[in-house]
């Protein structure tokens, strides 16, 4: 079974509008971390934002947060006002038992932010 | 900032060749990765590391080798390139919060 789903594999958005990327996860450890990534054409991982299991409020930095429903197991990323240089893959991923678990990523989302 | 840095960021080798790919980080990580990754497409787990000493085979077999004598160094070795192996390399080391990624190795076989 997936463990990371997104079921969104492209996704446009206007210039400056915000932009939700959907990502549920499965897992029955207690402690698991969730994680995003962007990846541009030219192929890096851009780590964005990180939310812990027993974190009490949603992660955010600059114009990404993250919407955590521990109980429906979603994170969904949000981007604010939305820039030409957000287009590119969005790959959600977690992290089951502490730091010394794997990484495992969903397929991804393609976003295209129209100017 | 992330301090993980991957060598050769491009490579083209022919069949046969013997090649390592190079991935260092200086973040004291001990947990060390190496994903196999198509254009456009998911992250595949090929091998992962602990610490010194440890490695482990990921989710997808691979003909690649790892090693890890020192914590920043996790080098990936293929003791003979085959076309099948063309594609991109991506490392990553993690602590608790946090997960970086080196620029990636894209590696063509001919």
């Known amino acids: 079974a997936q463990k990371i789903t997104q079921t969104q594999p492209g996704m446009f958005v206007q210039e400056k509008e915000a932009v939700t990327l959907d990502c549920t996860y499965d897992?029955?450890?207690?402690?698991?971390?969730l994680f995003w990534y962007k990846q541009p054409s030219s192929g890096e991982m851009i780590f964005l934002i990180y939310q812990g299991s027993y974190d009490q409020q949603n992660a955010t930095e600059g114009r990404y947060s993250l919407n955590f429903q521990k109980a429906r197991k979603s994170a969904n990323l949000v981007i604010s006002a939305s820039q030409l240089g957000d287009s590119a893959m969005y790959f959600c991923a977690m992290r089951e038992g502490g730091s010394q678990g794997n990484l495992i990523f969903g397929k991804g989302t393609k976003l295209s932010v129209k100017p | 900032e992330a301090d993980i840095y991957q060598t050769p960021r491009y490579l083209v080798i022919g069949t046969g060749k013997k090649i390592t790919l190079e991935c260092s980080q200086t973040?004291?990580?001990?947990?060390m990765y190496w994903y196999q990754q198509d254009p456009g497409m998911e992250l595949h787990l090929i091998h992962y590391s602990y610490g010194v000493n440890s490695t482990e085979k990921g989710d997808l077999s691979s003909e690649s080798t790892v090693s890890r004598i020192r914590t920043e160094h996790f080098p990936l070795t293929l003791e003979s390139a085959r076309p099948s192996h063309t594609s991109q390399y991506l490392c990553a080391s993690s602590d608790y919060s946090e997960a970086f990624f080196g620029q990636g190795t894209r590696l063509t076989v001919v």
């Open positions: 897992t029955s450890d207690p402690s698991y971390g």
């Open positions: 973040m004291g990580h001990d947990k």
